[in-house]
């Protein structure tokens, strides 16, 4: 079974750049058939969408924060990456990342494996 | 943005009892792009319902989804210990893709 995995720096700075990086186990990232994206959770609040990508390199990033993110794709290593700059104390989160069947012909699913989070905390 | 609006924001029930949750869009959401996830303290999301009503893998049958247009429903039609958690709908249907506030479910 597909596992994908968070990893990245707990702790960061305000007005630097958060970086993390989802590794994909046991399946490839380099497959038509699916999407690969961020979602984010504050403590205690509930989810938001941040962005989704193809191993193609298409993005979609929610426009609420696409002026910071960026999200790329390493075939090579099977793993997916997120950016955001000039980050805030508002920014503070849970992150996952997860994967979505595409079907083509703009079909797609819902975000079926996720990844178990890592809490990213932005303060000085 | 589509606003999801979630009701009610907490349901108390007993174990066996029927959960029904409401999951109500600013707009028209096609079917095919309305999930609903399950999320326990500490955890990832989990998907349970894909397509409106279709249910993931692995999902129990007690579990069923109902709708279309702005108005969908989570049904837990006898509910278990282990169903203590906190449920959201998402749709994908427009960009932004949002995630309505959740609704936490407690067994008594």
């Known amino acids: 079974q597909l596992q994908v995995q968070e990893s990245g720096p707990g702790l960061v700075k305000p007005s630097e750049t958060l970086s993390l990086t989802c590794t994909v186990s046991d399946g490839s990232i380099s497959s038509t058939s699916y999407y690969w994206g961020w979602i984010r959770q504050p403590p205690g609040k509930g989810l938001e969408w941040i962005g989704s990508i193809y191993y193609s390199g298409s993005t979609y990033y929610n426009p609420s924060l696409k002026s910071r993110v960026t999200m790329s794709v390493d075939t090579s290593k099977n793993q997916f990456s997120l950016k955001v700059t000039s980050v805030t104390a508002a920014d503070t989160a849970v992150y996952f990342c997860a994967r979505g069947a595409d079907y083509g012909s703009g079909s797609y699913d819902a975000l079926n494996i996720w990844g178990q989070g890592t809490m990213v905390t932005v303060s000085s | 943005e589509i606003v999801l609006t979630q009701s009610p924001g907490t349901l108390s029930l007993s174990p066996g009892e029927r959960a029904t949750l409401s999951c109500k869009a600013s707009?028209?959401?096609?079917?095919?792009?309305l999930a609903w996830y399950q999320q326990k303290p500490g955890q990832a999301p989990r998907l349970l319902i894909h397509?409106?009503?279709s249910r993931a893998t692995g999902i129990p049958d007690r579990f069923s989804g109902s709708g279309s247009g702005t108005d969908f429903t989570l049904t837990i039609s006898r509910l278990e210990p282990e169903d203590s958690a906190v449920y959201y709908c998402q749709q994908f249907f427009t960009s932004p893709w949002t995630f309505g506030q959740g609704t936490k479910v407690e067994i008594k």
């Open positions: 707009q028209s959401v096609s079917s095919n792009y």
């Open positions: 397509g409106a009503s």
